[in-house]
């Protein structure tokens, strides 16, 4: 059987990775093992600055809530979850060795604050042992029409 390691951090990019992981190993009868890594506190910034401890249990329980929701909705999907302490990207990619695919959530922010900020998902596209999809936030419907009204007024 397949595993699709799945890297969340609490953004709603890595929801969606999230869901798109479960999604499509109930096609193809994978399963799903969930890994949220926690770093220093200058960088967790959906949890807040505290010890380490509690910023793992704070995790956990995230965790365990998001899971426990997929699973009411993908009862046949084997999820495992976890947290760990450590750099995103070099924890995600020590654990990948073990799996067949790779998934994560790609916030867009690209450019030059991207490159300043460091991009997890674009380092784990250029290092990682199996492949990996990039699962990109939706944008809202509002934004998506308004563009296309802006583009239709300027040709």
Known sequence: METF???VDGSVASRRALEWAVAHAEIERAKIR???????PTRDMWIPHSPLDDRLATARR????MVKTLREYHPQVAIEHEAREGRAAQVLLEVARDCDLLVVGGRGR???TGALV???SLHCVAHSPCPVVVVRRQRKDSAIKARTKAKAKTG
């Open 34 to 40: 969930v890994l949220m890594v926690v770093e220093g």
């Open 62 to 65: 995230h965790l365990a809530g």
């Open 110 to 112: 690209g450019g030059v």
């Open 118 to 120: 460091g991009s997890v």
């Open 5 to 7: 390691l799945v890297g």
